[in-house]
């Protein structure tokens, strides 16, 4: 394995295209000149690998069919030098054995099809480039582990007579790494929350759906006192269930369910499975992914889009369709009126046992009736507060979003002194105000926060 230079930590991800044609290359360069990379070409397998030796490269997309060194070939060659390097193969041929051949030599990352959809090749490409830095921030956490371990081996040899400071140091040692563990597995739901409010933004102010579906299953887990890991898994699939009609025209991503043509159907019909698509590829996605995949089941076995029955269909995704259905039906999402909530809740109960399951429509209820009454209002140490009368130490009761709905601080929060006075900044450049809604400490908290 071959060592790439370093890359500086400002600098942009740089993304190698391979293909013997200059036309494509042109045209892919074209497509990502707006996008946060840096774009190098290589019109042959052996120029790539050239430009590899030579300056680090994180992302290469490879043509297949190439003369004297194919794309499976190329990336194979880059497997075993630059193992972390990302990989995708762009194919306009149905060559199965190509593809067979680069998962299995090259071991790829993803492969796309030619003609590409550009909206799909520019998800894949901001996909894969954050899967990577995830990897990279977990491989450094490690070796930050790694060192930590060696120290305190030289530590025990040295210090043989202080046992019991030693003992304390290794345990505050394992206190700290599981913090930030837990700090990485919050920040990456928060990652995923930011990412689906961005997204969302595609969307008129009328038509969006995601902060409201985020927000009522955080209820509903809350009030259930659902495990963490549960919880979790159930956030991030609220936050991304629709993001396969990330492809669709304008016009369908706003058009009722009901009043879509037959090819228009079909392709929504198909939503679920390309959400799961996208984010199987992503490990701490995965179990997110199947509830997503599979919350257009229908109790009654006639949803989609494999017909699943009753309890055969996960606990995650019959609760997750109640929330997106109560959302979406009060957007004209599904039906082409738009509905209140009573009108929603209407529409649910008429539906139990065809549509949803009859022993969580009357408990879902309830935990709609919470959100919409606000459950963080019910808690007396709960305050709606300026930006202005923020304090370091107290904690956001929940998310803290800016008035074109971009995240700026989720739920749990701490604040601080430099903390607060962003914000204020951040206000006063919008020109807007923002209610915030904190939960004061208790003092012995607040002069732990703040000491």
Same mark, same amino acid.
């Given at each position: ?20 044609? =200059?036309?494509? $290359?042109?045209? +892919? !360069?074209?497509? *990502?000149?707006? #996008?946060?990379? %840096? ?79 550009? =909206?799909?090749? $520019?998800?894949? +490409? !901001?996909?894969? *480039?954050?899967? #990577?830095?995830? %990897? ?89 006192? *659902? ?225």
């Amino acid at each position: 394995m071959e060592e790439q230079p370093p890359m500086t930590q400002a600098s942009k991800p740089r993304v190698l295209l391979v293909d013997d044609e =200059e036309p494509i $290359l042109n045209s +892919l !360069r074209r497509l *990502l000149r707006t #996008q946060p990379y %840096e774009v190098v070409l290589a019109t042959s397998g052996a120029q790539a690998l050239e430009i590899m030796a030579q300056q680090p490269v994180d992302l290469v997309m490879t043509d297949a069919r190439m003369p004297n060194m194919d794309g499976a070939t190329l990336l194979a060659h880059i497997h075993e030098r630059y193992p972390d390097t990302v990989r995708i193969l762009l194919t306009g041929y149905a060559d199965l054995p190509t593809i067979i051949k680069a998962i299995n030599d090259g071991q790829i990352d993803r492969y796309l099809s030619k003609p590409w959809s550009d =909206e799909e090749m $520019l998800l894949t +490409l !901001r996909q894969s *480039l954050f899967h #990577q830095d995830c %990897e990279r921030e977990r491989i450094r956490l490690v070796q930050v582990t790694w060192d930590q371990n060696e120290q305190l081996k030289m530590l025990n040899e040295s210090l043989e007579k202080r046992v019991l400071a030693r003992t304390a140091e290794l345990q505050q040692t394992a206190d700290m790494l599981d913090l930030a563990y837990e700090e990485l597995k919050h920040s990456y739901v928060t990652g995923t929350e930011m990412f689906s409010l961005l997204a969302n933004l595609r969307l008129p102010p009328s038509k969006q759906t995601s902060r409201q579906t985020i927000e009522l299953i955080r209820v509903y887990c809350k009030l259930h006192e *659902l495990d963490e890991v549960s919880s979790r898994n159930l956030i991030m699939a609220a936050a991304l269930y629709n993001i396969g009609k990330m492809s669709w025209t304008d016009s369908m991503m706003t058009a009722p369910a009901d009043l879509l043509h037959h090819t228009d159907r079909e392709r929504y019909r198909s939503y679920p499975k390309q959400s799961e698509s996208l984010l199987m590829t992503l490990d701490p996605m995965k179990d997110a992914a199947r509830l997503i995949l599979h919350h257009q089941e229908r109790w009654d076995g006639s949803g989609f889009p494999d017909r699943l029955k009753g309890e055969a269909i996960p606990f995650g995704s019959r609760l997750l369709k109640l929330a997106v259905d109560f959302i979406e039906l009060q957007r004209g999402l599904i039906l082409e009126r738009q509905m209140n909530s009573d009108e929603a809740l209407v529409y649910i109960r008429q539906y139990t046992g065809k549509l949803y399951d009859p022993d969580l429509v009357e408990d879902f209820i309830k935990v709609c009736a919470a959100y919409l009454s606000d459950v963080t209002l019910a808690d007396p140490n709960v305050k709606v507060m300026g930006t202005r009368d923020l304090a370091a130490g107290m904690v956001l009761a929940r998310n803290l979003n800016a008035d074109n709905g971009m995240l700026l601080l989720n739920a749990g929060k701490v604040l601080s002194g430099p903390l607060v006075e962003k914000l204020i900044a951040f206000e006063a450049m919008e020109g807007g105000k923002y209610s915030v809604f904190v939960k004061i400490p208790e003092p012995q908290e607040f002069i732990a926060a703040t000491g």
